[in-house]
Protein backbone atom coordinates (compact mmCIF):
# COMPACT_ATOMS: atom_id res chain seq x y z
CA UNK A 1 0.00 0.00 0.00
CA UNK A 2 1.30 3.25 -0.68
CA UNK A 3 0.70 5.11 2.56
CA UNK A 4 1.91 8.61 2.66
CA UNK A 5 0.28 11.95 3.98
CA UNK A 6 -1.15 12.55 7.56
CA UNK A 7 -4.70 12.61 6.54
CA UNK A 8 -6.46 15.61 7.29
CA UNK A 9 -9.41 14.69 7.20
CA UNK A 10 -8.75 13.64 10.66
CA UNK A 11 -8.50 17.22 12.18
CA UNK A 12 -11.79 16.35 13.50
CA UNK A 13 -11.20 12.73 14.86
CA UNK A 14 -10.32 12.23 18.15
CA UNK A 15 -7.04 12.98 19.30
CA UNK A 16 -6.14 10.14 20.58
CA UNK A 17 -7.60 7.36 18.13
CA UNK A 18 -7.56 8.77 14.16
CA UNK A 19 -4.86 11.31 14.02
CA UNK A 20 -1.99 8.80 13.27
CA UNK A 21 -3.76 7.71 10.33
CA UNK A 22 -2.01 8.72 6.63
CA UNK A 23 -3.72 9.06 3.20
CA UNK A 24 -3.08 7.51 0.14
CA UNK A 25 -2.18 10.52 -1.66
CA UNK A 26 -2.63 10.18 -5.55
CA UNK A 27 -6.32 9.19 -4.68
CA UNK A 28 -6.43 12.26 -3.07
CA UNK A 29 -4.96 14.09 -6.51
CA UNK A 30 -7.50 11.82 -8.17
CA UNK A 31 -10.43 13.09 -5.93
CA UNK A 32 -9.84 16.54 -7.16
CA UNK A 33 -8.95 15.34 -10.81
CA UNK A 34 -12.91 14.20 -10.43
CA UNK A 35 -14.37 17.56 -8.73
CA UNK A 36 -12.97 19.97 -10.92
CA UNK A 37 -14.39 17.84 -13.08
CA UNK A 38 -17.94 18.06 -11.97
CA UNK A 39 -17.31 22.14 -11.89
CA UNK A 40 -16.58 22.03 -15.42
CA UNK A 41 -19.68 19.73 -16.11
CA UNK A 42 -22.04 21.95 -14.15
CA UNK A 43 -21.25 24.87 -16.82
CA UNK A 44 -21.65 22.89 -19.69
CA UNK A 45 -24.40 21.30 -18.95
CA UNK A 46 -26.27 25.00 -19.23
CA UNK A 47 -25.11 25.21 -22.85
CA UNK A 48 -25.97 21.61 -23.64
CA UNK A 49 -28.31 18.52 -22.48
CA UNK A 50 -25.85 15.66 -21.22
CA UNK A 51 -27.48 13.11 -23.26
CA UNK A 52 -27.03 15.54 -26.55
CA UNK A 53 -23.15 14.47 -27.60
CA UNK A 54 -22.70 18.33 -27.55
CA UNK A 55 -20.71 18.36 -24.08
CA UNK A 56 -16.73 17.36 -24.15
CA UNK A 57 -17.25 16.54 -20.59
CA UNK A 58 -20.98 14.83 -20.88
CA UNK A 59 -20.38 12.24 -18.47
CA UNK A 60 -19.25 14.67 -15.48
CA UNK A 61 -21.64 13.60 -13.73
CA UNK A 62 -20.06 9.77 -13.02
CA UNK A 63 -17.43 11.71 -11.00
CA UNK A 64 -20.02 11.42 -8.48
CA UNK A 65 -20.34 7.52 -8.25
CA UNK A 66 -16.36 7.97 -7.87
CA UNK A 67 -16.28 9.91 -4.67
CA UNK A 68 -18.69 6.99 -3.48
CA UNK A 69 -16.39 4.59 -4.39
CA UNK A 70 -13.69 6.38 -2.96
CA UNK A 71 -15.73 7.01 0.49
CA UNK A 72 -16.46 4.09 0.76
CA UNK A 73 -12.79 2.54 0.75
CA UNK A 74 -11.50 5.78 2.74
CA UNK A 75 -13.97 4.83 5.44
CA UNK A 76 -12.87 0.98 5.94
CA UNK A 77 -9.48 2.42 5.62
CA UNK A 78 -10.08 4.78 8.80
CA UNK A 79 -12.49 3.14 10.97
CA UNK A 80 -12.34 -0.70 10.03
CA UNK A 81 -9.98 -1.17 13.02
CA UNK A 82 -11.36 2.00 15.62
CA UNK A 83 -14.78 2.24 15.36
CA UNK A 84 -14.84 -0.36 17.96
CA UNK A 85 -12.58 1.57 20.37
CA UNK A 86 -14.38 5.35 19.56
CA UNK A 87 -18.33 4.40 19.68
CA UNK A 88 -20.73 4.84 17.64
CA UNK A 89 -21.46 8.58 18.47
CA UNK A 90 -17.76 9.34 18.44
CA UNK A 91 -17.79 8.54 15.01
CA UNK A 92 -21.20 10.18 14.21
CA UNK A 93 -19.32 13.84 15.54
CA UNK A 94 -16.33 12.77 13.75
CA UNK A 95 -18.00 13.09 10.26
CA UNK A 96 -20.75 15.81 11.26
CA UNK A 97 -17.17 17.75 11.89
CA UNK A 98 -15.38 17.00 8.65
CA UNK A 99 -18.18 17.46 7.11
CA UNK A 100 -21.13 19.86 7.69
CA UNK A 101 -19.33 23.13 8.23
CA UNK A 102 -19.18 23.54 4.03
CA UNK A 103 -23.07 21.51 3.95
CA UNK A 104 -23.79 25.21 5.58
CA UNK A 105 -21.84 27.17 3.84
CA UNK A 106 -22.59 26.25 0.54
CA UNK A 107 -26.14 26.82 1.73
CA UNK A 108 -25.67 30.45 2.69
CA UNK A 109 -23.85 31.29 -0.27
CA UNK A 110 -26.90 29.60 -2.05
CA UNK A 111 -28.82 31.69 -0.43
CA UNK A 112 -26.91 34.57 -1.21
CA UNK A 113 -26.73 33.95 -5.00
CA UNK A 114 -30.41 33.33 -4.89
CA UNK A 115 -31.34 36.78 -3.62
CA UNK A 116 -28.73 38.87 -5.23
CA UNK A 117 -28.18 37.11 -8.69
CA UNK A 118 -28.68 39.73 -11.19
CA UNK A 119 -29.68 37.80 -14.16
CA UNK A 120 -32.65 35.87 -12.79
CA UNK A 121 -36.23 36.91 -13.28
CA UNK A 122 -37.51 35.18 -10.37
CA UNK A 123 -35.67 36.44 -7.61
CA UNK A 124 -38.45 37.79 -6.01
CA UNK A 125 -40.87 34.80 -6.20
CA UNK A 126 -40.18 33.18 -2.94
CA UNK A 127 -41.84 34.28 0.38
CA UNK A 128 -39.57 35.03 3.52
CA UNK A 129 -40.89 32.56 4.58
CA UNK A 130 -40.84 29.96 2.23
CA UNK A 131 -37.12 30.81 1.34
CA UNK A 132 -35.98 30.78 5.21
CA UNK A 133 -37.52 26.80 4.86
CA UNK A 134 -36.03 26.03 1.96
CA UNK A 135 -32.62 27.75 3.86
CA UNK A 136 -32.88 25.43 6.67
CA UNK A 137 -33.88 22.34 4.94
CA UNK A 138 -30.17 22.59 2.51
CA UNK A 139 -28.55 23.58 5.75
CA UNK A 140 -29.54 20.78 7.26
CA UNK A 141 -29.77 18.12 4.57
CA UNK A 142 -33.31 17.42 4.70
CA UNK A 143 -33.94 16.96 1.30
CA UNK A 144 -37.39 19.62 0.55
CA UNK A 145 -37.51 19.93 -3.87
CA UNK A 146 -40.22 22.18 -4.22
CA UNK A 147 -38.35 24.63 -6.37
CA UNK A 148 -39.73 24.27 -9.63
CA UNK A 149 -37.27 26.70 -11.67
CA UNK A 150 -34.55 24.49 -10.01
CA UNK A 151 -35.57 21.21 -11.46
CA UNK A 152 -37.28 20.31 -8.07
CA UNK A 153 -33.46 19.77 -6.96
CA UNK A 154 -33.68 17.99 -3.65
CA UNK A 155 -31.84 20.95 -1.99
CA UNK A 156 -32.99 23.74 -4.59
CA UNK A 157 -29.92 26.47 -2.71
CA UNK A 158 -27.14 24.07 -3.25
CA UNK A 159 -27.81 21.26 -5.20
CA UNK A 160 -24.59 19.49 -4.76
CA UNK A 161 -25.59 18.51 -1.33
CA UNK A 162 -27.97 15.43 -2.43
CA UNK A 163 -24.86 13.82 -2.79
CA UNK A 164 -23.69 14.55 0.69
CA UNK A 165 -27.49 13.61 2.04
CA UNK A 166 -26.70 10.14 0.61
CA UNK A 167 -23.19 10.11 2.49
CA UNK A 168 -24.60 10.83 5.49
CA UNK A 169 -26.80 7.53 5.14
CA UNK A 170 -24.05 5.63 4.06
CA UNK A 171 -21.97 6.81 7.21
CA UNK A 172 -25.15 5.83 9.59
CA UNK A 173 -25.56 2.75 7.43
CA UNK A 174 -22.14 2.33 8.09
CA UNK A 175 -21.58 2.55 11.67
CA UNK A 176 -24.55 1.00 12.52
CA UNK A 177 -24.56 -2.34 9.94
CA UNK A 178 -21.68 -2.45 7.55
CA UNK A 179 -18.78 -2.01 10.39
CA UNK A 180 -20.32 -5.32 11.68
CA UNK A 181 -20.58 -7.10 8.02
CA UNK A 182 -18.12 -9.88 7.50
CA UNK A 183 -16.38 -9.96 3.88
CA UNK A 184 -18.99 -12.89 2.54
CA UNK A 185 -21.96 -10.54 3.81
CA UNK A 186 -20.43 -7.69 2.58
CA UNK A 187 -19.90 -8.96 -1.16
CA UNK A 188 -23.37 -10.24 -1.29
CA UNK A 189 -25.03 -6.86 0.13
CA UNK A 190 -22.57 -5.13 -3.00
CA UNK A 191 -23.61 -7.58 -5.94
CA UNK A 192 -27.65 -7.02 -4.81
CA UNK A 193 -26.38 -3.27 -5.13
CA UNK A 194 -24.84 -4.04 -8.51
CA UNK A 195 -28.10 -5.60 -9.84
CA UNK A 196 -29.94 -2.63 -8.42
CA UNK A 197 -27.73 -0.28 -10.13
CA UNK A 198 -28.32 -2.09 -13.41
CA UNK A 199 -32.12 -1.93 -12.82
CA UNK A 200 -31.97 2.11 -12.53
CA UNK A 201 -29.46 2.75 -15.10
CA UNK A 202 -31.98 0.31 -17.46
CA UNK A 203 -35.52 2.25 -16.79
CA UNK A 204 -33.73 5.75 -16.45
CA UNK A 205 -31.80 5.29 -19.61
CA UNK A 206 -28.53 6.73 -17.69
CA UNK A 207 -27.12 6.92 -13.86
CA UNK A 208 -27.67 10.91 -13.96
CA UNK A 209 -30.22 10.74 -11.32
CA UNK A 210 -30.51 11.43 -7.75
CA UNK A 211 -30.49 14.70 -7.14
CA UNK A 212 -34.20 15.22 -7.83
CA UNK A 213 -36.90 15.03 -6.29
CA UNK A 214 -38.51 12.45 -9.21
CA UNK A 215 -35.09 10.94 -9.08
CA UNK A 216 -34.39 10.76 -5.19
CA UNK A 217 -34.06 6.83 -4.82
CA UNK A 218 -31.41 6.91 -7.89
CA UNK A 219 -28.98 7.87 -5.59
CA UNK A 220 -29.42 5.39 -3.27
CA UNK A 221 -28.65 3.23 -5.58
CA UNK A 222 -25.26 4.69 -6.57
CA UNK A 223 -23.70 4.88 -3.76
CA UNK A 224 -25.27 1.45 -2.15
CA UNK A 225 -22.88 0.01 -4.77
CA UNK A 226 -20.28 2.57 -5.17
CA UNK A 227 -19.70 2.76 -0.90
CA UNK A 228 -19.92 -0.86 -0.83
CA UNK A 229 -17.54 -1.88 -3.16
CA UNK A 230 -15.07 0.37 -2.04
CA UNK A 231 -15.15 -1.05 1.25
CA UNK A 232 -14.83 -4.15 -0.06
CA UNK A 233 -12.18 -3.62 -2.29
CA UNK A 234 -10.42 -2.19 0.71
CA UNK A 235 -10.91 -5.23 2.99
CA UNK A 236 -10.09 -7.62 0.71
CA UNK A 237 -6.92 -5.38 0.59
CA UNK A 238 -7.23 -5.38 -3.15
CA UNK A 239 -4.61 -3.05 -3.92
CA UNK A 240 -3.24 -3.72 -7.90
CA UNK A 241 0.99 -2.48 -7.64
CA UNK A 242 1.38 -0.65 -10.50
CA UNK A 243 3.46 2.38 -11.80
CA UNK A 244 0.84 4.89 -13.49
CA UNK A 245 1.28 7.18 -11.17
CA UNK A 246 -0.90 10.45 -10.74
CA UNK A 247 -0.86 11.61 -14.17
CA UNK A 248 -1.41 8.24 -15.85
CA UNK A 249 -3.98 7.51 -13.21
CA UNK A 250 -5.90 11.06 -14.19
CA UNK A 251 -5.81 10.49 -17.77
CA UNK A 252 -7.60 7.39 -17.29
CA UNK A 253 -10.44 8.47 -14.46
CA UNK A 254 -10.84 11.75 -17.14
CA UNK A 255 -11.60 9.24 -19.99
CA UNK A 256 -14.98 7.91 -18.13
CA UNK A 257 -16.24 11.48 -18.09
CA UNK A 258 -15.17 12.26 -21.94
CA UNK A 259 -16.70 9.27 -23.36
CA UNK A 260 -19.29 9.96 -25.91
CA UNK A 261 -23.15 9.27 -25.83
CA UNK A 262 -24.27 6.43 -27.99
CA UNK A 263 -27.28 4.20 -28.23
CA UNK A 264 -26.88 2.10 -25.58
CA UNK A 265 -25.10 4.88 -23.39
CA UNK A 266 -26.64 3.16 -19.65
CA UNK A 267 -24.71 0.19 -20.39
CA UNK A 268 -21.40 2.24 -20.61
CA UNK A 269 -22.46 4.46 -17.68
CA UNK A 270 -23.22 1.19 -15.59
CA UNK A 271 -20.06 -0.88 -16.78
CA UNK A 272 -17.87 1.73 -15.91
CA UNK A 273 -19.46 2.55 -12.39
CA UNK A 274 -19.85 -1.36 -11.51
CA UNK A 275 -16.05 -1.75 -12.27
CA UNK A 276 -13.84 0.70 -13.82
CA UNK A 277 -14.25 3.01 -11.23
CA UNK A 278 -13.23 0.32 -8.44
CA UNK A 279 -10.29 -0.74 -10.83
CA UNK A 280 -9.23 2.69 -10.15
CA UNK A 281 -9.52 3.12 -6.79
CA UNK A 282 -7.55 -0.22 -6.48
CA UNK A 283 -4.93 1.19 -8.63
CA UNK A 284 -4.50 4.56 -7.12
CA UNK A 285 -4.33 2.81 -3.50
CA UNK A 286 -1.31 0.74 -4.81
CA UNK A 287 0.88 2.99 -7.53
CA UNK A 288 3.76 4.91 -6.71
CA UNK A 289 4.29 8.89 -6.30
CA UNK A 290 6.97 10.75 -7.77
CA UNK A 291 7.89 13.61 -5.45
CA UNK A 292 7.80 16.70 -7.55
CA UNK A 293 3.81 15.26 -7.54
CA UNK A 294 2.96 15.26 -4.13
CA UNK A 295 2.62 18.70 -3.34
CA UNK A 296 -0.03 18.94 -6.30
CA UNK A 297 -2.09 16.00 -5.45
CA UNK A 298 -2.05 17.48 -2.01
CA UNK A 299 -3.74 20.63 -3.09
CA UNK A 300 -5.58 18.47 -5.30
CA UNK A 301 -7.33 16.57 -2.70
CA UNK A 302 -7.26 19.50 -0.02
CA UNK A 303 -9.58 21.66 -2.15
CA UNK A 304 -11.89 18.84 -3.68
CA UNK A 305 -14.37 19.26 -1.14
CA UNK A 306 -14.93 22.93 -0.78
CA UNK A 307 -14.67 23.28 -4.54
CA UNK A 308 -17.42 20.88 -4.85
CA UNK A 309 -19.62 22.37 -2.14
CA UNK A 310 -19.39 25.95 -2.79
CA UNK A 311 -19.37 25.70 -6.89
CA UNK A 312 -22.52 25.74 -7.57
CA UNK A 313 -23.80 29.06 -6.44
CA UNK A 314 -21.82 30.71 -9.39
CA UNK A 315 -23.25 27.90 -11.81
CA UNK A 316 -26.71 29.04 -10.99
CA UNK A 317 -25.56 32.74 -11.65
CA UNK A 318 -23.66 31.25 -14.59
CA UNK A 319 -26.80 29.85 -15.96
CA UNK A 320 -29.31 32.44 -15.58
CA UNK A 321 -26.47 34.86 -18.11
CA UNK A 322 -26.24 32.26 -20.43
CA UNK A 323 -29.82 31.92 -20.50
CA UNK A 324 -30.93 35.75 -20.81
CA UNK A 325 -27.85 37.00 -23.06
CA UNK A 326 -26.62 33.78 -25.05
CA UNK A 327 -22.86 34.66 -25.10
CA UNK A 328 -20.58 33.39 -28.23
CA UNK A 329 -18.54 30.26 -28.21
CA UNK A 330 -15.93 32.30 -27.51
CA UNK A 331 -16.64 34.62 -24.69
CA UNK A 332 -18.68 31.10 -23.11
CA UNK A 333 -15.58 28.63 -23.12
CA UNK A 334 -13.61 32.06 -21.59
CA UNK A 335 -16.50 32.69 -19.10
CA UNK A 336 -15.92 28.83 -18.16
CA UNK A 337 -12.29 28.62 -18.33
CA UNK A 338 -11.33 31.86 -15.92
CA UNK A 339 -14.61 30.34 -13.93
CA UNK A 340 -13.20 27.15 -13.26
CA UNK A 341 -9.70 28.92 -12.30
CA UNK A 342 -11.56 31.45 -9.89
CA UNK A 343 -13.87 29.05 -8.07
CA UNK A 344 -10.70 26.79 -7.15
CA UNK A 345 -9.30 30.16 -5.77
CA UNK A 346 -12.22 30.55 -3.96
CA UNK A 347 -12.12 26.76 -2.81
CA UNK A 348 -8.76 27.26 -0.88
CA UNK A 349 -9.57 30.35 0.14
CA UNK A 350 -12.95 28.87 2.18
CA UNK A 351 -10.49 25.92 3.39
CA UNK A 352 -7.77 28.13 4.98
CA UNK A 353 -10.05 31.02 6.24
CA UNK A 354 -12.86 28.85 6.91
CA UNK A 355 -13.50 24.83 6.69
CA UNK A 356 -10.14 24.07 8.44
CA UNK A 357 -10.20 26.84 11.34
CA UNK A 358 -14.03 25.48 12.09
CA UNK A 359 -12.89 22.02 11.97
CA UNK A 360 -10.45 22.66 14.74
CA UNK A 361 -12.58 24.81 16.80
CA UNK A 362 -15.27 22.03 17.06
CA UNK A 363 -12.59 19.26 17.42
CA UNK A 364 -11.16 21.21 20.23
CA UNK A 365 -14.69 21.80 21.61
CA UNK A 366 -15.12 18.06 21.31
CA UNK A 367 -12.13 17.06 23.22
CA UNK A 368 -13.10 18.95 26.47
CA UNK A 369 -16.18 18.05 26.99
Given at each position: ???????????????????????????????????????????MEWVHPPDSGKIFIGHGFLAVDFFFCLSGFVIGYA??????????????????????????????????????DPFAAYTGAYGTGKLILVFLCSALLIPYPVMEERGFNLFGLNAPSWSLFWEYVANIAYALILYRLSRRYLTVLTILAALTLCFVGYRAGNLL?????ETFWDGGARIAYSFSAGLLIFRSNWIIKNR??????????????????????????????????????????????????????????????????????????????????????????????????LLVGVAYVVMVVYDIPVRRYLSSKWRHQ
Open positions: MNKLQVDTDNLAASPGILKTKQHFVILDGLRGVAALAVVVFHFYDDRLGKMGVMEFFKARLIRLHPLVMLGAVLGLLAFIFGGWSGLGFIGLAILLSLAFVMPYFKWNWVAETLVVLFYFPLLVALGAGSSLSPGLKKLCVFSGNISYPLYMTHYAVIWIFGNYFLSSKPGTTELYLIVSVGTV
